[in-house]
C-alpha cells in the first residue's frame, strides 16, 4: 500500500490556534505522537516540539513558545483518542515531566508490528517502508530542537516523524484482530506504561544498577547512595552521571568504605570528586550499614546458572519453537536474562515456578506446551 506524500507540516505557535486545533484532535479516534527535545546536560529533557498527526495533516506544536498547555493535557488525556507513538520510552517520560499526565489510551508501532510478526525492533523507518514502500531518510534528528526559528529541514524531518503513524496504526490495529491479538497488545501497552512511571521514580536507578552476587548490606547501600544521587541531579537538573557515575556508585556499594582512605580505590572517583562527595558517601554508607536485618533488600538472584539436568536447555528450545510458530521474537516472549533465572529458580525450590515476567499472554501461550513437554518432571 502506497500513500501520497503527507502534507507540509504546520508550525503552531500561537495559544488560540493550538486551542482551535485541539478541539478537532478531541473528535479523531486517533493522533499519532512524538517530541523533539535537548537532552545532553540537563536531567529533565528540554522539550523543543510536540508533533501531532491527524487525519488532515501534521502540526508541530511550538514548546518553546507555547504558553497555555492545557489543551494538548485534554487530548493527551482523552480516553476516546488513541495516542499513536513508535517506541515511546523516552516521551511517555517527557509527558510526564511537561504535561503532567500519560497518553492514554496508548497504541506503539513499534511493539504492535512485533505482535504482527513483521520482527523485533523494527525501526520507525524500516516500519514505514514495509507498511508503505515509502522510503525515508534519517534527517536532522540530533539538530538544536530549541533553537528558533526552525530551518525547513527540521521542519520537514518532524513532520515526517510522526505522518505515518495515524494509518500505520490502521494497518496494525486491522492485522492484530486478524490474528486475535489485540488484548496481547493491550497488555503490552499497559507494560510500556508501568515501565514509564517507574523510571520516574528513584527506585529505578537502584533496580537498574543492583548486581547479583552483592550481599544485602551492599544492596541497602547502593540503594541508599542511588536515591542520594537521584536527589542531587533532580535538584540541580544535571545528568546522573555528572553528579557520579553508575560504576563509582556500585563500587562504593561493594567496599562499604569506612574511612577517607577505604574511598581511594574507588572506580572513577578522582580527588575532586572525593572531596566533594567523600563525607557524605561515607555518611550514607554508615546509614546502611546500621540498618537491621529485616529492613535490607533482598539479594538479586543469580542468572544463568546451568543444570546438568538439561531444564535450562529445555526452557529455551520450548521457547524458541512457541516463539517461531507464533512468528514473533523468542526475546520478547521470554527474555533470556528471565529464562535462565527461571530455569534456576525452579530447580532451587525443588518445584515449577512461573516467573512475575511471564504472565498474561505469554503464560497462556507456554503453558500447554510446558505442560505436554515433561519439563514439570525435572526436580
Not at 490556534?17 to 485541539?22: F, N, T, V
Not at 550499614?289 to 539479594?299: G, H, I, K, N, V
Not at 527461571?342 to 512475575?356: C, I, M, Q, T
Request: glycine share 8%; net charge positive.
Amino acid at each position: 500500500m502506497t500513500l501520497p506524500p503527507p502534507p507540509t507540516p504546520e508550525v503552531v505557535d500561537r495559544d488560540d490556534r493550538l486551542a482551535g486545533l485541539a478541539e478537532r484532535w478531541l473528535r479523531e479516534p486517533a493522533v499519532g505522537l512524538d517530541t523533539e527535545f535537548v537532552r545532553e546536560r540537563t536531567f529533565f529533557a528540554r522539550l523543543g516540539l510536540i508533533q501531532v498527526a491527524d487525519s488532515e495533516g501534521c502540526y508541530l506544536v511550538d514548546m518553546v513558545s507555547i504558553g497555555d498547555r492545557e489543551p494538548l493535557v485534554a487530548v493527551v488525556r482523552a480516553p476516546e483518542v488513541t495516542k499513536v507513538f513508535h517506541s515511546p520510552s523516552e516521551d511517555l517520560e517527557i509527558f510526564h515531566h511537561a504535561l503532567g499526565c500519560a497518553p492514554v489510551p496508548l497504541f506503539d508501532c513499534q511493539v504492535a508490528a512485533t505482535l504482527c510478526g513483521l520482527g523485533g525492533s523494527l525501526g520507525y523507518v524500516h516500519l514505514v517502508s514495509r507498511l508503505f514502500d515509502v522510503e525515508l531518510g534519517k534527517g536532522v534528528q540530533r539538530s538544536n530542537w530549541l533553537r528558533r526559528p526552525l530551518s525547513e529541514e527540521q521542519v520537514r524531518y518532524a513532520g515526517l516523524d510522526v505522518a505515518y503513524l495515524p494509518p500505520a496504526h490502521e494497518r496494525l490495529q486491522a492485522r492484530l484482530h486478524e490474528l486475535g491479538r489485540e488484548a496481547w497488545a493491550e497488555e503490552e501497552f499497559g507494560r510500556l506504561l508501568k515501565n514509564a512511571e517507574a523510571r520516574l521514580g528513584p527506585e529505578w536507578s537502584y533496580s537498574r544498577l543492583r548486581r547479583p552476587g552483592m550481599s544485602r548490606r551492599q544492596l541497602a547501600a547502593l540503594r541508599t547512595v542511588c536515591d542520594w544521587r537521584e536527589r542531587r541531579a533532580r535538584r540541580r537538573d544535571v545528568p546522573r552521571g555528572f553528579v557520579l557515575k553508575d560504576e563509582t556508585l556500585v563500587d562504593v556499594a561493594r567496599r562499604l568504605p569506612r574511612t577517607s582512605e577505604d574511598l581511594a580505590p574507588v572506580k572513577s572517583l578522582g580527588p575532586r570528586q572525593a572531596r566533594r562527595y567523600g563525607p557524605k558517601l561515607l555518611e550514607l554508607v554508615r546509614g546502611a550499614r546500621s540498618l537491621p536485618e529485616d529492613r535490607l533488600p533482598d539479594r538479586l538472584e543469580r542468572s544463568g546458572r546451568r543444570s546438568s539436568s538439561g531444564l535450562s536447555e529445555g526452557l529455551r528450545k520450548l521457547v524458541a519453537g512457541v516463539a517461531a510458530d507464533l512468528d514473533v521474537p523468542a526475546e520478547l516472549l521470554v527474555p533470556r536474562r528471565t529464562l535462565e533465572a527461571w530455569a534456576a529458580r525452579s530447580l532451587e525450590r525443588g518445584r515449577w515456578v512461573w516467573p512475575a515476567e511471564v504472565d498474561g499472554w505469554r503464560r497462556s501461550v507456554l503453558e500447554p506446551e510446558v505442560e505436554r513437554s515433561g519439563l514439570l518432571d525435572y526436580r
